[in-house]
């Protein structure tokens, strides 16, 4: 397989999420607020999330932008998400991180699904540092070297990881159908209050 050694600085512009309270202002538009829970299913159609009126005339480039990677590096865990396409006006708050990906370079969603995997969290694992939250730094990511195949063979590996992402989000559907069956059974076998 025909790979190159490179750092995350070179595959893209890595930048800390944006301290969205010195933005906040009332008769600004909404704005949604990205955070650490949202990577776990970024849906672009989802408003359920946090917003807030923010004033980004001054700060344009903080929203983020589909294909974008959201990276969350806290208490020794990864979290990764691509920005979708129709995210709307968004931006990521600062326990993130926005990864925006060369094209001509890497994939954003093998690069997303690298940086999730347990050989990358192993690999980062003594990377980690503090003492109340455990994160990783800026200047630390920027300088972490990954080995990168051809952007066909990361295609492929992009391809695997969404099979997997979808199969996952299918059993945790029919698992919290299952459990919300039970739970109504078993709402029967509890006597009511007198």
């Known amino acids: 397989m025909n790979v190159s050694t490179v750092s995350l600085a070179e595959i893209g512009v890595l930048v800390q999420g944006l301290t969205y309270k010195r933005h906040v202002d009332p008769t600004a538009p909404r704005v949604r607020l990205l ?36 990276i969350a590096l806290r208490t020794s865990d990864v979290r990764t998400a691509v920005v979708p396409e129709q995210i709307g006006d968004a931006v990521a708050t600062n326990g993130l991180m926005v990864l925006t990906v060369n094209p001509d370079v890497a994939d954003p969603h ?11 969290r192993r690999y980062l694992a003594p990377m980690f ?47 919290a159908l299952q459990t919300e069956a039970i739970e109504a059974r078993l709402s029967a076998l509890i006597p009511e209050a007198s």
């Open 110 to 120: 093998f690069i997303a699904g690298l940086l999730r995997s347990d050989a990358m």
């Open 129 to 175: 540092s503090g003492t109340a939250v455990q994160s990783i730094p800026l200047s630390t990511l920027r300088d972490v070297r990954i080995n990168l195949p051809s952007l066909q063979r990361q295609a492929d590996y992009a391809a695997a990881f969404a099979a997997r992402d979808n199969y996952r989000r299918a059993v945790d559907a029919v698992l």
């Open 35 to 70: 955070q650490v829970t949202d990577l776990d299913s970024l849906d672009a159609a989802d408003e359920q999330g946090r917003s807030e009126h923010l004033d980004l005339r001054k700060n344009r480039d903080a929203l983020v932008r589909p294909g974008q990677v959201l």
